[in-house]
């Protein structure tokens, strides 16, 4: 098992930046930690994942420029760096994780979410 925290959300302008943080606890030995996010009335969407096998990161297209994932082993922590925000990033972000091998948006274990808002 795999518990996920998330940590960092807030209200931001657009044009901001926003951190967030998921820290990692249990079995933490993951290949895969990404993101997804949703905002009200949509789908759950990809945003973001890391992979340590692969030593490979993937991005939606919707934030492939503008947004930076990374990983500290160490702490069993993964980052979502989030710059120009736009109001349309506004959305609940989940940290997943996946202990096994498989594709990059495949994952097994959610946190809570963490709500990002951000005013035009």
């Known amino acids: 098992q795999v518990q996920l925290v998330e940590s960092g959300g807030g209200l931001v302008q657009a044009g901001g930046s926003l951190r967030l943080s998921c820290a990692a606890s249990g079995r933490v030995f993951t290949d895969r930690m990404g993101w997804f996010r949703q905002a009200p009335g949509k789908e759950r969407e990809f945003v973001a994942a890391s992979s340590r096998n692969a030593g490979s990161t993937y991005y939606s297209d919707s934030v492939k420029g503008r947004f930076a994932i990374s990983r500290d082993y160490a702490k069993n922590t993964v980052y979502l760096q989030m710059n120009n925000l736009k109001p349309e990033d506004t959305a609940v972000y989940y940290c997943?994780?996946?202990?096994?091998?498989?594709?990059?948006?495949?994952?097994?274990?959610w946190g809570q979410g963490t709500q990002v808002t951000v005013s035009s």
């Open positions: 997943a994780a996946a202990l096994s091998l498989g594709r990059p948006t495949d994952f097994d274990y």
